[in-house]
């Protein structure tokens, strides 16, 4: 009786073909969706989810913003024993301070990032103003300043407003590079991808009061570079299919073509959001507002490439061959 191994080692020397490896399929090569049939349903929960960012921002008065923007002050405070962010912000309810923010560091108890303002925004009065509630409330010597930060309400608005201007260079810079590589009608659809997954990345932080810091606009940016991957690879494949089957409708080609990449577009950003889940999870809550971001950024961005910007480019170039 002869193994399996001395069997393969027959057909191997009688030049049979070797059998290929299989690997586990996560998604079939082309599951056959109609992804342009269902653009219009989620176009329309695109723009419910605009809105529904914008009703909780006016609502609320805006964003969130944080010391970067807003201007104050930011103590980082470590008590001797087990503290609860209640009794810390018990203690700094007073007439002589505003927009108080308490968050705890860590996992001990001991140890909080307090931010707030004093009536005149002054720097000096603001931690007078902090330690005086905390000595109060917890007694001299219960508590060490570990770090000291101020920003101005002036430098705010500038911060403000340069960060503000970087997501806005990014996404016209990315429209630009994917219109240069591509065509003029694929890079607008990339510009409205971007801009849909920024007002919705809002929104969601707006949604889940979440602080908007620069922290928070360095998660932004990142989203526009990431969500302009996803779009490389479909519109890659398009442009190839394209030029093996002129004849055949463009609508038809993109359904295909989306199909063919949906399992790499789902394998690539599933191990983003894995990564990004675990760190919103247990990174802490200092960079809660940076991971939430970017998770919801990245899910978002892995969603329009294929409900938003590709929808864009069927319409104007069909609009296009309608002109000529």
Not at 19 to 38: E, Q, R, T, Y
Not at 146 to 151: L, P, Y
């Amino acid at each position: 009786m002869k193994s399996s191994g001395n069997k393969s080692s027959e057909r191997l020397s009688q030049g049979a073909p070797a059998v290929p490896p299989k690997f586990f399929a996560l998604i079939p090569a082309n599951p056959g969706i109609d992804f342009v049939k269902l653009s219009p349903r989620m176009a329309m929960l695109s723009c419910a989810l605009i809105l529904l960012g914008f009703v909780s921002m006016f609502l609320r008065g805006g964003l969130n913003y944080g010391i970067d923007f807003m201007g104050g002050t930011l103590l980082d405070v470590r008590f001797s024993k087990s503290t609860s962010v209640a009794d810390v912000r018990a203690a700094l309810d007073r007439p002589d301070l505003r927009s108080v923010s308490v968050q705890e560091v860590g996992a001990g108890g001991n140890q909080f990032q307090i931010n707030g303002r004093s009536a005149g925004d002054e720097t000096g009065a603001t931690v007078a103003a902090l330690k005086t509630g905390l000595s109060a409330r917890f007694g001299e010597g219960s508590y060490e300043v570990v770090r000291t930060e101020s920003v101005g309400p002036k430098v705010g608005q500038d911060l403000w407003r340069d960060a503000t201007l970087a997501v806005l260079a990014a996404t016209a810079i990315m429209g630009i590079y994917i219109a240069v590589r591509f065509d003029l009608p694929v890079g607008v659809g990339a510009a409205v991808k971007l801009v849909h997954d920024v007002l919705i990345t809002l929104g969601a932080l707006s949604l889940a009061n979440l602080e908007f810091d620069l922290t928070t606009v360095a998660a932004l940016l990142t989203v526009v570079g990431f969500s302009v991957n996803d779009n490389v690879i479909i519109f890659d494949r398009i442009r190839e299919s394209r030029r093996k089957n002129r004849k055949e409708n463009l609508p038809t080609l993109v359904n295909r073509s989306i199909n063919e990449t949906l399992s790499r577009t789902v394998i690539n950003s599933g191990t983003v959001v894995l990564t990004t889940t675990a760190l919103f999870l247990l990174g802490g809550p200092v960079i809660h507002s940076f991971a939430f971001a970017l998770l919801v950024g990245f899910v978002i961005g892995t969603y329009s490439s294929i409900f938003v910007s590709t929808p864009i480019v069927l319409y104007l170039e069909a609009r296009r061959r309608r002109v000529s």
